[in-house]
């Protein structure tokens, strides 16, 4: 579904060029969920960022369902769900109308797109406040309004950047269950976190990035294999070879 081949991004900046990420190589499956497992700067957004059709790998390729993400980025855009670290929401609409808005974006036909909003409103649980103006909503509810959007023209690759930042333990769990639930339904989701539990429970596959670069790639048991260790966090220093 999705395929990262040797992507490198540079930055110009004032004082010289800066790295994002180099040598990337990886793909997503369908069915699969993939974490990108970081620190802040590792280059996550930047890997997403690329996939999401919002920046030009400075050299390599990527490309979603075998369309090219810098050549043929209108069709990638038809298959992605982007859920940004910034995605906002509009505190004058209600959910029904921001889901409407969304689905109008994509060209969702009208009643495809009814038939989708009254799925997602009841999967997120949103009924009670879905026609309310979303100004006063709790950063759980924005969240799942937040999902929903970037769900509702039933994209292929769901795309999660740090999708449970600032939530409490309830509304954690319900962003965790629709991951899943994406997975049930043959969806390829890539999620970036540096939230080491979060790529424990949900994660098909995990690419441990660190300073731009791919450090290790492989399913938790491969990984723990491959160190000697069990959990996440100290998988993670040794692979990355910097103690804590
Ligand atoms: N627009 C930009 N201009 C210059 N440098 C950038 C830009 N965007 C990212 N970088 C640099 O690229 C590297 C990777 O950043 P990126 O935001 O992708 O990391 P991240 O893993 O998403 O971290 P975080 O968890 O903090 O969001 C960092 O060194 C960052 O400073």
Same mark, same amino acid.
């Given at each position: ?8 991004? %540079? ?7 800066? #790295?994002?990420?180099?040598?990337? $190589?990886?793909?997503?499956?369908? *069915? ?7 620190? &802040?700067? +590792?280059?996550?957004?930047? $890997? ?26 209108? %069709? ?8 940004? &670290?910034? $995605?906002?929401?509009? %505190? ?12 109008? #974006? !994509?060209?969702?036909?009208? =009643? ?18 879905? &026609?309310?103006? =979303? &100004? *006063? ?12 959007? +970037?769900? #509702? /023209?039933?994209?292929?690759?769901? @795309?999660?950047?740090?999708? $449970? +930042? ?5 509304? =954690?769990? +319900? ?14 989701? @890539? ?5 080491? !539990? %979060? #790529? ?30 069990? /959990? ?13």
């Amino acid at each position: 579904m999705l395929q990262v081949q040797e992507v490198r991004k %540079e930055f110009k900046t004032k004082t010289g060029p800066v #790295v994002g990420v180099e040598r990337l $190589t990886f793909d997503v499956r369908p *069915g699969e969920v993939f974490g990108l497992l970081g620190p &802040n700067g +590792a280059g996550k957004t930047t $890997t997403l960022r690329m996939i999401a059709t919002l920046m030009k790998p400075t050299s390599g390729r990527v490309s979603v369902g075998g369309y090219d993400t810098v050549s043929q980025s209108h %069709e990638v855009r038809q298959l992605i769900g982007y859920l940004s &670290n910034e $995605t906002g929401i509009y %505190e004058r609409f209600t959910p029904r109308e921001q889901l409407q808005f969304f689905a109008d #974006v !994509h060209g969702v036909p009208k =009643a495809t797109a009814k038939r989708r909003i009254d799925e997602l409103i009841e999967r997120f649980e949103m009924g009670d406040f879905q &026609n309310r103006q =979303a &100004n *006063g909503f709790s950063t759980g509810m924005k969240q799942k309004v937040s999902i929903a959007r +970037a769900l #509702v /023209h039933d994209p292929s690759l769901v @795309i999660f950047d740090e999708p $449970t +930042a600032g939530l409490d333990v309830f509304a =954690a769990r +319900a962003v965790h269950r629709s991951i899943e639930s994406l997975r049930e339904e043959g969806k390829s989701v @890539i999620l970036s976190t540096h939230i080491m !539990h %979060e #790529v424990e429970k949900l994660c098909d596959r995990i690419g441990v990035i660190y300073k731009g670069r791919l450090y290790a790639l492989g399913t938790l048991e491969e990984l723990r294999e491959q160190t000697g260790l069990v /959990h996440m966090d100290d998988i993670f220093f040794k692979i990355v070879g910097e103690e804590s």
